[in-house]
């Protein structure tokens, strides 16, 4: 199975400054095709998880243009321009390379 | 609009078995495949399966932990994908999501529609 790993695990973060989460994967995720399976997953507060970004950088329709995904082969990373306080929770990255998908351990940002 | 909607969840013990299903409205069930996810108390998210579309046979895949134990099955007639759960493990314990995804047979990627989630609980 690809493992992957999130840092930091946890973030507290001040609003209206930048915020930066990374992801390692084991393996390389970009596919033959050329794509690259690696979504970014936040869980507010009792709620479902929602899509922020998907394969690497493509932000999801509906998705604020403050978070932006970049990254290629096992190194990515997750950044929100300037945190807002609706953006706590926890943010999972995912591969969806392989079955079984696999997610980082998550990284809660709370404000400060 | 999409909506999934989870049901089936509840008390069972340690060793029985528990049926789940989601219904879907609001696009073509059968165009997409359904993939099962979960999430243990106070933990991350675990991906628990999925099953194909029709364009790629309907097979299913599971996670090493429910394999030989979890089945998912789909009924394309009525837009609902179920996750029938068998001698359950007091570790299986968790909240259980459907979501779809973009999947061809082994890669998907955007899950954007997800269910409310139902909670399993499996007591010794």
């Known amino acids: 199975d690809i493992v992957m790993t999130q840092s930091p695990l946890f973030l507290p973060v001040t609003p209206g400054e930048p915020a930066s989460i990374s992801c390692r994967s084991s393996?390389?995720?970009?596919?033959?095709?050329?794509?690259?399976?690696l979504d970014w997953y936040l869980q507010k507060p009792g709620q479902s998880p929602q899509v922020l970004i998907y394969l690497g950088s493509i932000r999801a329709s509906g998705v604020p243009d403050r978070f932006s995904g970049s990254g290629s082969g096992t190194e990515f990373t997750l950044k929100i321009s300037r945190v807002e306080a609706e953006d706590v929770g926890v943010y999972y990255c995912m591969q969806g390379l392989q079955t079984p998908g696999t997610f980082g351990h998550g990284t809660k940002v709370e404000i400060k | 609009e999409v909506q999934l909607v989870e049901s089936g969840g509840g008390l069972v013990q340690s060793g029985r078995s528990l049926r789940l299903s989601c219904k879907v409205s609001g696009y073509s069930f059968s165009d997409f495949a359904m993939t099962w996810f979960r999430q243990a108390p106070g933990k991350g998210l675990e991906w628990v399966g999925f099953i194909t579309s029709g364009r790629y046979g309907g097979t299913t895949e599971y996670a090493a932990s429910v394999k030989g134990r979890f089945t998912i099955s789909r009924d394309d007639s009525n837009s609902i994908a179920y996750l029938q759960m068998n001698s359950l493990k007091t570790e299986d314990t968790a909240v259980y999501y459907c979501?779809?995804?973009?999947?061809?047979?082994?890669?998907?990627?955007?899950?954007?529609?997800w269910g409310q989630g139902t909670l399993v609980t499996v007591s010794s």
């Open positions: 979501s779809r995804g973009h999947c061809s047979e082994s890669n998907c990627y955007m899950f954007l529609y």
């Open positions: 393996q390389s995720l970009q596919h033959s095709n050329g794509y690259t399976y």
